[in-house]
Nanobody, 122 residues
């Protein structure tokens, strides 16, 4: 499974950005997919996840601001980020869980894409 995340960039506080992650593999619909982020000098943190059937889980610090969604036909998972704050600045990674779960635990994801940098600054 290969994952490619894109859509990062520079955005002002209060702005929006949409990240996308494209996955290879013929069984994408069976994967659980997650988004994580890592700020400079900090540990990688869970952001949001979606299981194979579309159920979602969010970290408390993004609830109401971020939305994860998937398109199984296109083999993509998106992260819509609204009301961005400077503390949302990080490298964002997508990951695949071959067991189909929406899991907040980093260790449970078997495949990771390269990150995409999101910078929230005025």
């Amino acid at each position: 499974v290969q994952l490619q995340a894109f859509g990062g960039g520079l955005v002002q506080p209060g702005g929006s950005l949409r990240l996308s992650c494209a996955a290879s593999g013929r069984t994408f619909s069976r994967y659980g997919m997650g988004w994580f982020r890592q700020a400079p000098g900090k540990e990688r943190k869970f952001v949001a996840a979606i299981n194979y059937s579309g159920s979602t889980v969010y970290a408390d610090f993004v609830k109401g601001r971020f939305t994860i969604s998937r398109d199984n036909a296109e083999a993509t998972v998106d992260l819509q980020m609204n009301s961005l704050k400077p503390e949302d600045t990080a490298v964002y990674y997508c990951a695949a869980d071959l067991y189909g779960l929406a899991d907040p635990r980093t260790d449970n994801y078997e495949y990771w894409g390269r990150g995409t940098l999101v910078t929230v600054s005025s």
